[in-house]
């Protein structure tokens, strides 16, 4: 456990702690009854808790590969102090029943969600200057530095969508003026927030959720680094997969791939269109995309040509 802090103390603790609050949103779903926007009160706790725990060990690890870390070091302390602020108001807003996002509704509550995100302004630059150094690391293996550079690529890419969230809608400034509801911004478009929803994340499937791509984006940074490592586990066994060339070039694949889907998703969201109700130009786009991934996966694994003999070799034989 000592070796996993010296990671990266900050981020690891951070990490730790959120192991203790999945336990603690486990427990309160359990025996708190209480219900906001018709979900369980403590079900948002509880996935962002998971999502700052995994974010956390990832970039701890990712920080330790450098050469140079001060200033990515410096940076993971401010991304572990900012996530802490920002769970620091989403499970007290929980606790108080009330909402945490884009609530305004009493001077308490706008104060929480603008320190919420100056919060996530400050991770995302942060994230970004780390990002910029692990483009800049040289990364001996060529299949880990492409899942690296391209998973911290499109993580910040993701994270930026929570930022197209914090916008008004159309209606919730005149309804506001007019004695409503001081709500400004929201996770869904083209529906109000808090209808039906999938199981557990809750993404709308009655309109557009920008959650969708917001939540496959940023976990890039663990999807295809692990797919990397699979990749050289299965090189033991498959002998296609020793060449490092064949992996790079699987590890492109599968972020061209990633990239694509969160494009994917997030075009379908921006449209008002639920996830799990794509229209006959969504099935298109993912058709073309998964053209360009099979076309992707058939140059990876294509055998290396022979190289051609010079003319006297040949002649010889």
């Known amino acids: 456990m000592s070796r996993l802090i010296r990671l990266h103390p900050p981020l690891m603790i951070t990490a730790l702690l959120m192991a203790a609050l999945t336990v603690w949103c486990l427990v309160g779903l359990g025996v708190d009854d209480r219900m906001l926007l018709g979900v369980p009160i403590w079900l948002k706790p509880l996935k962002f808790a998971v999502s700052v725990m995994i ?39 929980a606790a108080r029943g009330h909402r945490s996002h884009f609530n305004f509704a009493t001077t308490l509550d706008g104060a ?87 199981p557990f994340v809750n993404w709308s499937t009655v309109g557009g959720d920008l959650r969708v791509g917001h939540f496959i984006g940023m976990h890039a940074l663990q999807a295809l680094p692990l797919f990397a490592l699979a990749l050289t586990l299965l090189a033991r066994r498959f ?3 020793a060449d490092d060339r064949t992996r790079a070039r699987l590890v492109l694949t599968a972020a061209t791939a990633y990239a694509g889907l969160t494009a994917l998703v997030t075009w379908q969201a921006v449209r008002g269109q639920s996830v799990v109700h794509p229209d006959a130009l969504t099935w298109a786009a993912a058709g073309v995309l998964g053209v360009v991934v099979l076309a992707g996966i058939g140059w990876a694994l294509r055998r290396p040509a022979e190289r051609a003999l010079p003319m006297n070799v040949a002649a010889v034989r």
């Open 55 to 93: 974010y956390s060990v990832t970039l701890a690890w990712l920080i330790s590969l450098l050469a140079k870390r001060r200033l990515a070091s410096a940076m993971g302390t401010v991304i572990a102090v900012t996530a802490l602020v920002e769970m620091a108001a989403i499970v007290g807003q």
């Open 239 to 241: 002998g296609r997969l």
């Open 112 to 198: 929480l969600f603008m320190l919420m995100a100056v919060s996530i302004v400050v991770l995302w630059l942060a994230t970004a200057v780390v990002a910029i150094q692990l483009i800049r690391q040289r990364i001996g293996d060529r299949p880990a530095a492409y899942a690296i550079r391209a998973g911290i690529g499109v993580a910040i890419a993701g994270l930026a969508e929570g930022f197209f969230m914090t916008r008004p809608k159309p209606g919730q400034v005149e309804a506001a003026a007019n004695g409503g509801e001081r709500i400004f911004g929201a996770h869904s478009i083209g529906v109000a927030d808090g209808g039906d929803g999938l």
